[in-house]
């Protein structure tokens, strides 16, 4: 549908975003989505709100994004899946196209991001944050970066190669066992009808 000419990457198990943006799929990344993922995390680390990724980094790393693009491919959102273990990632990497603030495209790459972990069966998921109210919105409870020692080591090792840490509020989720993952489809479909009984 929307992306097969653009990815064979299987799309998440959703298309639509909500009425505000009827033409948004969200999907995994391709390749060829690393150049537009570098474009749009670029202004967000150049202000100090995001780490600087390279997009050699983020080909690299590329099955762990999730994007929102639109019709014609373009990547207005993303957010990553960052594995710091079998049972712990962080939700890394969430940027909005300036120009698509305020259409839940933020939210639904976050979601994306979700659907992935599960499927990796992955059960803790935290983020770091400069507002309160994006992650609390998504049932994250607020807690200490402290909890998260891997992360720590990975911002001491940022600090000695010259990268400037910006201090940021912690947020965490359990995704639990109940959950079952939707399978990863090649493309998004619209839902079957459902036959109605007569009778």
């Not at 200490?144 to 001491?156: G, N």
């Not at 989720?173 to 990863?184: E, F, H, I, N, Y």
Request: net charge neutral; glycine share 6%; with cysteine.
């Amino acid at each position: 549908m929307h992306n097969l000419p653009f990815s064979s990457k299987p799309a998440l198990p959703f298309s639509r975003v909500d009425a505000a943006a009827p033409n948004v799929t969200v999907r995994r990344a391709a390749r060829t989505d690393a150049d537009a993922i570098g474009d749009l995390v670029g202004p967000y680390s150049a202000q100090g709100l995001m780490l600087p990724r390279t997009v050699e980094q983020i080909a690299a790393c590329i099955d762990n994004y999730v994007v929102a693009v639109d019709d014609a491919g373009h990547v207005l959102a993303c957010a990553a899946l960052d594995e710091y273990s079998p049972s712990l990632a962080e939700v890394s990497s969430v940027a909005v196209a300036e120009s698509q603030h305020g259409r839940g495209l933020g939210t639904q790459v976050v979601l994306g991001v979700e659907r992935l972990a599960r499927a990796r069966d992955i059960d803790e998921l935290f983020a770091l944050s400069l507002t309160d109210n994006f992650f609390l919105a998504l049932s994250y409870a607020p807690t200490t970066i402290s909890r998260y020692p891997e992360k720590l080591a990975r911002y001491e090792a940022l600090s000695k190669a010259g990268v400037e840490i910006v201090p940021k509020r912690c947020f965490q989720k359990m995704l639990g066992t109940s959950w079952s993952a939707p399978q990863l489809v090649e493309h998004a479909v619209a839902p079957k009808a459902r036959k109605r009984k007569v009778g």
